[in-house]
């Protein structure tokens, strides 16, 4: 993730717990297909994060190899002992700019089979996220590809719910990425068009909407309930639509994320949006 952009839910042990369970077959499935029977590829994670995704990838790619670059160190430590944990040897991670992939890594053109992000566009403003395009197909082989697959945050959901678990959480999202940093949290529904204005022709773009449950087990509503914390507790004294997220307002939803995770039959879940643009000739 970048240095010069803002990640907005940070780098904590909550966090990297929960990105700690992601798998290819859950996150990537878009990217499967252009692997099958081809285990020689190499392959860029950009934004890679504590890196269960990137070394998910890396075991399917096992005669070749992978990169994984992102701005957090405490997330790279994070990867390169999960990647000793699992005995993944043909990967290596990377500190610097992910926004900046010419200037923070000696990357030439045409490096890479594949350059893959995932989550990492939505985090930018619209025009940022047309310039890592951009920069993606520049170190992306010919007859190779570039994949992105981002949240469409509208489409949040937790089951059972409260009127504020509902829409407080979500609209507070929207309107602080919106207002104070110039996002959009909805950026998934917008890849065909970022990639266009990135220079790829419609023809050479694939997208597919793709549904991730991330909490129906105890395991999993605990990490998400943290996670929910995490955004709460930047809420306070914040206004949200008309109300002002008093201390009291901000504790109570926290309470209710807490009871939510108690439920047996709770879940939670949401769309996302998904692009592989296939690089031609240049």
């Known amino acids: 993730m970048s240095n010069t952009s803002t990640y907005r839910i940070g780098h904590n042990k909550a966090v990297h717990n929960f990105f700690n369970t992601r798998t290819a077959a859950q996150c990537a499935p878009h990217l499967l297909p252009h692997l099958v029977g081809k285990s020689s590829l190499t392959l860029l994670d ?143 529904n917008q890849l065909i068009t970022l990639a266009m204005k990135a220079g790829f022709d419609r023809g050479a773009i694939d997208f597919s909407i793709v549904t991730e449950l991330t909490a129906s087990d105890p395991e999993s509503r605990a990490i998400q309930m943290k996670m929910a914390g995490v955004q709460i507790d930047k809420l306070e004294g914040r206004i949200v639509g008309e109300a002002m997220m008093t201390k009291d307002k901000v504790e109570d939803l926290k309470l209710d994320f807490e009871k939510w995770a108690q439920n047996d039959d709770a879940w939670c879940g949401y769309m996302c949006g998904a692009i592989v643009c296939h690089v031609g000739d240049k």
């Open 46 to 188: 950009v934004g890679c994060g504590s890196g269960s995704l990137t070394l998910d990838l890396a075991s399917l790619l096992s005669d070749g190899h992978v990169v994984g670059v992102d701005a957090s160190e405490s997330a790279l430590h994070t990867a390169r002992a999960l990647a000793k944990d699992r005995c993944i040897t043909n990967v290596t991670f990377l500190q610097g700019d992910a926004m900046d992939l010419k200037s923070s890594f000696d990357f030439e053109d045409e490096s890479f089979d594949i350059v893959h992000a995932h989550q990492v566009l939505v985090h930018q403003s619209p025009d940022a996220a047309i310039h890592l395009i951009r920069q993606m197909q520049r170190i992306a082989k010919p007859g190779g590809i570039i994949c992105s697959r981002d949240i469409i945050t509208s489409t949040w959901t937790w089951y059972p719910s409260t009127e504020q678990m509902r829409t407080t959480l979500k609209a507070s999202v929207n309107e602080i990425w919106r207002v104070e940093e110039h996002k959009d949290a909805d950026l998934g």
